[in-house]
Nanobody, 125 residues
Framework: QVQLAESGGGSVESGGTLRLSCVVTRQSSSRICMGWFRQVPQNQREGVAAIDRNGNKMYGDSVKGRFTISQDNDKNTLYLEMSSLKPEDSAMYFC???????????????????WGQGTQVTVSS
């Protein structure tokens, strides 16, 4: 069982920066996939960034070069550093985990097993 708790969302102006955090609580120490997704009403959940079990990082096309995913294993925390934010980045952001699946492709969110409650990010123009 994995529990995830996001924080760090808020309101920022276009071009600004935010850092999201996700505290991970679990019994096992085995490597898992960790990721960030976002969702706006009426749309599917979109893959933003992920770290696979080998530490390889992946990004959605819309955030490449602007967002950075990282993890601090000592603090059991996953981060998403977001810079050069745009109004279209506004969404509810979710932290996710899975024992083996790390995909960010369209519809891939369905295969991730564990989710946080989400944290809202709003970017004003």
């Amino acid at each position: 069982q994995v529990q995830l708790a996001e924080s760090g969302g808020g309101s920022v102006e276009s071009g600004g920066t935010l850092r999201l955090s996700c505290v991970v609580t679990r019994q096992s120490s085995s490597r898992i996939c960790m990721g960030w997704f976002r969702q706006v009403p009426q749309n599917q959940r979109e893959g933003v960034a992920a770290i696979d079990r080998n530490g390889n990082k992946m990004y959605g096309d819309s955030v490449k070069g602007r967002f950075t995913i990282s993890q601090d294993n000592d603090k059991n925390t996953l981060y998403l550093e977001m810079s050069s934010l745009k109004p279209e980045d506004s969404a509810m952001y979710f932290c996710a985990a899975d024992a083996s699946y790390c995909g960010l492709n369209i519809g891939g969110y369905k295969f991730w097993d564990y989710w946080g409650q989400g944290t809202q990010v709003t970017v004003s123009s």
